[in-house]
């Protein structure tokens, strides 16, 4: 199976401040890398996939770069609806696995 | 608009099936491929299984596999996820997500969730 990390597990920032968020493939995926929102209570929120493509509707703040085994997810200027959890998910092979998700919280 | 909807959670105790069910609406459902995703109270997102628009292929996940069946009516817009022999570590709310097959299966639209919970 391959596993997928994340990092940081969660970090603090400030409204207006640029976020980037780090995900690592246990082997090569290409660029069948998903990066997904989650509010709490609410259900996840397709943002990019195929490592850069942005989900439509979803605004340009948000940006995904990578291939094989490493990916960013960036936020270039950060608000306060984007105070949420961050998950990185493989689609290369079955079984699809998860990151275990970044926190992102108000400073 | 894309609605996906899921039905039938509650309260099992261990060792019980549970049926959930997503209806779909606002899309062409025998188009797509269609998956459950869990997430377990206060953790992370785990695929638990997937199935192609014309039910050819089935994946699922080793920990639900012999126990769980995923299924789709495409008459009826529905998607299916038969859980037999449940164990307390299936609690979770489980979603279901509309797969892109063109690009890998990659998961576009979610549910609002069914919560599973399991205990004696």
């Known amino acids: 199976d391959i596993q997928m990390t994340q990092s940081p597990s969660s970090l603090s920032a400030s409204v207006g401040d640029r976020v980037t968020i780090t995900c690592r493939a246990s082997?090569?995926?290409?660029?069948?890398l998903a990066w997904f929102q989650q509010k709490p209570g609410k259900a996840p929120k397709s943002l990019i996939y195929?490592?850069?493509r942005l989900q439509s509707g979803v605004p340009s703040k948000f940006s995904g770069s990578g291939s094989g085994t490493d990916f960013t997810l960036t936020i270039s200027s950060l608000q306060p609806e984007d105070f949420a959890t961050y998950y990185c998910?493989?689609?290369?092979?079955?079984?699809?696995?998860f990151g275990p998700g970044t926190k992102v919280d108000i400073k | 608009e894309v609605q996906l909807v899921e039905s039938g959670g509650g309260l099992v105790k261990p060792g019980g099936s549970l049926r959930l069910s997503c209806a779909a609406s606002?899309?062409?459902?025998?188009?797509?491929?269609m998956n459950w995703v869990r997430q377990a109270p206060g953790k992370g997102l785990e695929w638990v299984s997937s199935?192609?628009?014309?039910?050819?292929?089935?994946y699922y996940a080793d920990s639900v596999k012999g126990r769980f069946t995923i299924s789709r009516d495409n008459a009826k817009n529905s998607l299916y996820l038969q859980m037999n022999s449940l164990r307390v570590e299936d609690t979770a709310l489980y979603y279901c997500?509309?797969?892109?097959?063109?690009?890998?299966?990659?998961?576009?639209?979610w549910g609002q969730g069914a919560l599973v919970t399991v205990s004696s």
């Open positions: 997500a509309r797969g892109i097959a063109a690009a890998g299966n990659y998961f576009d639209y």
């Open positions: 606002g899309f062409t459902f025998s188009s797509y491929s």
């Open positions: 199935i192609s628009s014309g039910s050819t292929y089935i």
């Open positions: 082997q090569g995926i290409s660029d069948s």
């Open positions: 195929a490592a850069y």
């Open positions: 998910q493989q689609y290369n092979s079955y079984p699809f696995t």
